[in-house]
């Protein structure tokens, strides 16, 4: 058995949203390369080992029957949940066995089912859902009965007649959720624990027709910063936790009128320029018109969460330009979506280096290689090509599943 796990998995991540859309746990998707070659109990307190104290909890969710079996037999680790695959009535005793062993111990488990079979067996037992937690997916007439029951409610429910049921339960993660309105009918009005990825595409779509602003809470955060008297590089790290407000200060920094003596293409370089009490000002501007949509709130942190996730990839140490520059990669390789124009016309406004262009215009230079890695480990999907994409762009798969969970356990929550 090896020593070095990392070297023999394929890791993804699906961010999961609570009801306030902070970052409420992690879906980590792990499948075993060389199975023989793995232990889940070494994943598992390397996960432990890595955790922090503000850490979001880690969903485990193996592909591979045998490190599921694994690691229901260990102790449980604290922040670290297991997934439970669907078998419907087809489950094995030998898993039925050692789920019932995992529950006695006190894991977290979390079982994945349709919504239609947890509701049946609600029902049959007089209301009461089995125990412990589900992440469900819906049938398309579920679906459909869910945005009725959206919709009522946001008429009012006009008279008792006009209701109509919701079959989401409360307390539960739910996952393929492709509405906005639906994410927050879950949230929401039937407060649902969690959604595994959000609905992206389908939130941004319904802002196609106008740009979209700062987020207040980041602008306030970055306000409150300058009020403690808190490093720059606080100040840096907060600006940095929205994509817009990091636009709009190299945007504005650059104005004509502003006039600064040359191009500026990093926030540390514009906070040096401005002064502490002009970025004051600004930000101040900024309040007044910043959004606070909170469905926008897990589409600005996966854009983060992928800026993040290149920075711990290219592990750049002390060299702030060139952390700069991979996270600001990251950052903007999806403003195009919040900002509701073609990519090339929002960077043409800004003055960013060339690799930064190179990476996201032409898909070229040192930095489109974190960029692909990182867009892979974003997709359960593609876990199979992520040996094939580090081989190609020369990461060693160690490397790269080490910088992953180390996003993970380390990722910069947005300050209260």
Not at 38 to 58: F, G, I, N
Request: glycine fraction near 6%.
């Amino acid at each position: 058995m090896s020593l070095n796990i990392l070297d023999h998995l394929a890791l993804a991540y699906q961010p999961v949203w609570g009801p306030q859309r902070q970052l409420a746990a992690v879906r980590l998707r792990v499948c075993a390369l060389h199975p023989e070659s793995v232990d889940a109990s070494h994943l598992l307190h390397l996960l432990a080992e890595e955790r922090q104290p503000h850490t979001p909890v880690l969903l485990v969710s193996f592909v591979d029957r045998a490190l599921l079996l694994q690691a229901l037999e260990m102790s449980p680790q604290e922040g670290v949940w297991i997934e439970l695959p669907d078998e419907g009535e087809f489950v094995t005793e030998d898993l039925r066995q050692r789920t019932a062993l995992a529950r006695h111990m006190g894991h977290q488990l979390v079982q994945c089912a349709p919504l239609a079979r947890v509701r049946e067996r609600a029902l049959a037992a007089q209301g009461q859902v089995a125990p412990g937690m589900h992440l469900l997916h819906l049938w398309p007439e579920e679906v459909a009965l869910a945005l009725r029951a959206a919709t009522d409610r946001g008429q009012g429910g006009q008279g008792l007649l006009r209701r109509t049921e919701s079959p989401i339960l409360s307390g539960q993660i739910y996952q393929n959720i492709g509405s906005g309105v639906l994410a927050a009918h879950c949230l929401d009005d039937r407060r649902a624990w969690g959604i595994c990825d959000w609905p992206a595409d389908d939130v941004l779509h319904q802002h196609r027709h106008q740009s979209i602003a700062c987020d207040r809470s980041a602008v306030l955060r970055t306000l409150r910063a300058l009020e403690q008297d808190l490093s720059m590089e606080e100040v840096e790290d907060r600006l940095h936790l929205d994509p817009v407000l990091t636009y709009r200060m190299l945007r504005m920094v650059n104005s004509v009128g502003v006039g600064v003596s040359r191009e500026v293409s990093s926030i540390r370089h514009a906070l040096m320029l401005l002064g502490m009490t002009n970025v004051r000002q600004w930000l101040n501007e900024q309040l007044a018109v910043a959004s606070t949509e909170a469905a926008l709130k897990p589409v600005r942190q996966a854009m983060v969460l992928r800026a993040q996730l290149m920075e711990y990839l290219m592990d750049a140490g002390l060299e702030h330009e060139l952390r700069a520059e991979i996270y600001t990669t990251g950052l903007f390789s999806r403003i195009d979506g919040l900002l509701q124009e073609p990519l090339p016309e929002v960077l043409e406004r800004i003055p960013l280096s060339g690799r930064i262009n190179d990476a996201l215009l032409n898909h070229h230079g040192p930095y489109v290689s974190y960029l692909d890695v990182a867009c892979h480990m974003e997709d359960p999907a593609a876990m199979a090509d992520l040996p094939l994409i580090c081989h190609t762009h020369d990461f060693r798969l160690d490397d790269v599943n080490r910088a992953l969970i180390r996003m993970l356990c380390h990722v910069r929550h947005n300050p209260v």
